[in-house]
């Protein structure tokens, strides 16, 4: 696990010293964090990058889990879908048994912190206890919310207007609330291994092991094998880019073999490359992080071609690596990719097929979208702005006004 | 004379979502009307502390969407021309914008529509401004230390003080006023930093004070 100062020397020790600056102004505040898992999904894997580099701030920082059946998390399972926008049922009886879930959680965990910062909805009414207890309350809504089921975004309101304040990924997320709502994008960790530098001969290897040519143009997307990441439609892009350029295709990403959605994908996709031997279409096992940021390194230029995308730190994470990265104006893109000063947003398969060519065609302005896509993302989209935010809304718990002098 | 030192302070921006959207030129009107100061200041000054590496003339918010999403170029030309610099006080830029908007509208112009989640999301910030450890006694101890401040402090010195902070000129000017530098404080006050990235304008002020040192 790095250290906070590891990071200096990719961000600048200006932006470490600052970080300890409002860190300090946080001495005797503990922050307890509760969310409802301690392995698997994203909050998680953000909480154990966090929490530590926060305690090496000097932050007094805590994590509890909520505990919960299975029948309360196939509930919150539902919950997650309906606020994703299908059409599930969710019964009164399993409204109700969310509730007196986290009525027993709420009883049964220590609630030592001057900060209470809740993660995504499966823990959200706790903050029934906060008349008994007060101390400050946050939100912190990690999933896509554009279109959510409207009863169960009722439903979720009465508890998120209790909070002192919500915390949103995106712009697009934002609700009419009574409360104020934040906006932290998520990060990526540039010392991790999905983005740490890697040598020539770690990229050169995994190459060979697909058996890709580092010797012609490479696109490549990198996303789970979903209808919504739109893999056929890549294809389509790049037989119309092939006519002109002898390019490879690299469709790489995971999925879980149980999940029969997944792999129907990947067999529709199979059937639309139809033997090229330039497509490669890479299903990788969980922890595939390395190979990854080797296919990203050794690309000419990434896409992104999502129909939805929730935030997409794929697009962060090639634009770590400086290359030119072309995806569709969806969910939290258009926040990482300004078009034509650190990327190109496209709309259709035309639109795409007309910017890679004129990228594979002007190498030095792909360079430059490149680079500034890298200072981009340097700037507002790794670990320590994120922590750098996460201090800032402490913060503003105990401080209002436009302008405040800490 | 002032003999004063100069402390170097340092920013930091939280950003609110204000639950507000337009998705044409009447609602962004609409908008810019009732949102708060902040949020004007937040959309005219985005783009220098998010794009500050891009050069030249970072556009406002207000003038990307336009141009950007909507394909109105000329109206976002206007908005993106609006001289930022010039004004004291963001309630004047907010009345300037409304005066394009409108001007624009009156005329019965074409309102396209921004395609879904594209439309414009009104967003405010709260500025938290903290102490740093730096502070100069004279003017060679201000140079070396102008090199190693963050862009946020930096940022802070010279955009802030004049227009949230009701102060006739920026931080650094005043300082140097004081301490009896005329000549440097009138040269930095006459930079526009709206037309240069906060690395030249770092090179800037370094190269116009070095030249002092250099003749002393």
């Keep these: ?406 | 004379m002032n003999t004063t030192p100069f402390y170097f302070k340092t920013e930091f921006n939280l950003v609110y979502l204000l639950g507000i959207k337009a998705k044409n030129p009447k609602e962004l009107l609409e908008g810019i009307k009732i949102v708060p100061e902040s949020s004007i200041y937040y959309h005219t000054h985005r783009f220098l502390h998010q794009h500050h590496y891009l050069s030249p003339e970072p556009p406002n918010d207000f003038a990307y969407w336009l141009k950007n999403i909507l394909n109105l170029s000329e109206l976002g030309e206007k908005i993106a021309a609006v001289d930022i610099v010039k004004f004291k006080k963001i309630e004047d830029i907010r009345n300037e914008f409304i005066k394009i908007l409108e001007d624009y509208i009156s005329k019965g112009k074409y309102i396209p529509e921004a395609p879904e989640g594209e439309e414009f999301y009104f967003k405010s910030c709260t500025t938290f401004v903290l102490s740093t450890p730096y502070v100069a006694h004279n003017l060679s101890e201000f140079i070396e230390i102008i090199d190693k401040i963050s862009i946020n402090s930096l940022y802070f010195h010279i955009f802030e003080a004049p227009l949230r902070l009701n102060k006739n000129e920026n931080d650094f000017s005043e300082w140097l006023r004081g301490i009896g530098e005329i000549e440097l404080a009138e040269k930095l006050s006459n930079l526009d930093p709206y037309t240069i990235t906060l690395e030249g304008l770092r090179k800037k002020i370094k190269k116009i004070l070095s030249e002092k040192i250099c003749q002393i």
């Design chain 1, 1 to 406: 696990m790095p250290n906070i100062r590891d990071y200096a020397n990719i961000v600048g020790q200006d932006i470490i010293d600052e970080l300890f600056i409002l860190a300090e102004k946080l001495k005797g505040i503990t922050i307890q964090n509760i969310n409802s898992t301690s392995v698997g999904g994203g909050v998680a894997e953000i909480l154990t990058r966090m929490v530590p580099l926060l305690k090496q701030l000097g932050v007094n920082v805590g994590w509890d889990v909520i505990k919960g059946n299975e029948k309360f998390f196939s509930i919150t399972k539902k919950i997650h879908n309906a606020l994703h926008g299908l059409n599930v049922q969710i019964t009164q009886e399993d409204l109700e048994y969310f509730l007196e879930v986290n009525r027993e959680n709420a009883n049964e965990i220590p609630l030592y912190g001057d900060i209470i910062f809740v993660h995504d909805p499966q823990p959200i009414a706790l903050v029934e206890k906060k008349k008994e207890v007060g101390k400050k309350w946050l939100w912190r809504c990690h999933i896509d919310f554009t279109h959510p089921n409207e009863e169960i975004e009722e439903f979720l309101k009465k508890f998120i207007n209790q909070y002192d304040t919500a915390v949103f990924s995106a712009p697009v997320f934002a609700r009419k609330l009574d409360i104020p709502q934040v906006l932290i994008s998520p990060s990526i960790d540039p010392l991790s291994d999905k983005n740490k530098e890697l040598p020539q001969e770690v990229i050169d290897s995994i190459l060979e092991r697909f058996g890709i040519d580092k010797n012609r143009p490479i696109i490549t997307q990198i996303s789970r094998f979903d209808y919504l990441k739109d893999p056929t439609g890549v294809i389509k892009v790049y037989r119309k880019v092939k006519k002109y350029f002898d390019c490879q295709l690299i469709l790489a990403g995971g999925g879980a073999t149980d999940d029969p959605e997944g792999m129907k994908v990947l067999e529709e996709v199979k059937a639309e490359a139809n033997n090229d031997p330039d497509i490669h279409i890479i299903f990788l096992p969980p922890a595939s992080d390395i190979e990854i940021n080797a296919l990203q390194r050794a690309s000419t230029i990434i896409l992104q071609k999502s129909l939805r995308e929730g935030f997409g730190l794929t697009v962060a994470e090639a634009l770590w690596k400086a290359k030119p990265v072309i995806a569709s104006a969806v969910g939290g893109i258009p926040l990482q990719i300004t078009h034509k000063y650190s990327g190109i947003l496209t709309y259709s398969i035309e639109g795409t097929v007309y910017y890679i060519k004129q990228l594979l065609n002007e190498p030095d302005y792909a360079k430059k979208l490149g680079e500034n896509g890298r200072e981009h993302i340097k700037n507002n989209f790794l670990i320590t702005r994120h922590l750098k935010d996460y201090l800032l809304l402490f913060l503003s718990l105990f401080h209002k006004g436009d302008i405040v002098y800490l």
